[in-house]
């Protein structure tokens, strides 16, 4: 049964898109129809495949947005240079198909059972696994207590602004802004480094969960900054991708 489950989510199957909803000038969250689809976990990803009319065929791996227990979504930001991006973003419709296969990982996800408290830092796009992983918090009625900084180029590139703006008991939302900031803009206003870690970050001695997501860069200054603070290696965990210019 096992192998069966493994072959199933490495197999290619058509996804017919459902809702669209524009999160940022360059970003979309786009809702995925899957039959059969399992029951994926907080945190995991989803290669997306796209076959043009030549039968050239380009393939991305995308963060899976949604809770589990939730219709399968995923955000994209559109990377002009891209082969995907740009089609996710600017051009699929609601009633599209393309191919998805998954859903894919077990390092970077959250259950229950893990507990807390959690240490979230998300560059960029960086917050789509985290937003699945609060959803989920949120979906179970867990109280583990959560911290989110999550940096942005400027306050319209905060993807889920909305609903982080309205984040749950227990969830505390802190932004850094590293381009612009808005008139009277209180909080940080420069890239994520050991000091606002420092003042961020949850005590080692608290024995908390962190996980981070964003560029390359973005990731390795976190977990190199967490790890001075008395973090284990272990207790942090780690998802990059391509610079983006965050």
Known sequence: MAG??????????TATAGSVVTETATARTIELEVPGWPVHRA??????RLTSDDGYRAERAYSIASAPGEPLAITVERLDDGEVSPYLTQELRPGDELEV???IGGYFVWEPAFGGPLLMLAGGSGIVPLRAILRYRDLIGSSVPVR???SSRRLEDVIYRAELDVAPAGVQVIHALTRSQPAGWTGYARRVDDQMLAEVAWPAADKPLAYTCGPTSFVETVAAGLV??????VRVR??????TGQ
């Open 148 to 150: 989110l900084l999550y």
């Open 4 to 13: 069966t489950a493994v072959r199933g989510r490495l197999t290619w199957q």
């Open 238 to 243: 780690t998802e990059r991708f391509g610079a």
């Open 228 to 233: 001075q603070l008395g973090y284990p290696p």
């Open 43 to 48: 945190g995991q990803h989803v290669d997306v």
């Open 101 to 103: 296969r998954g859903p």
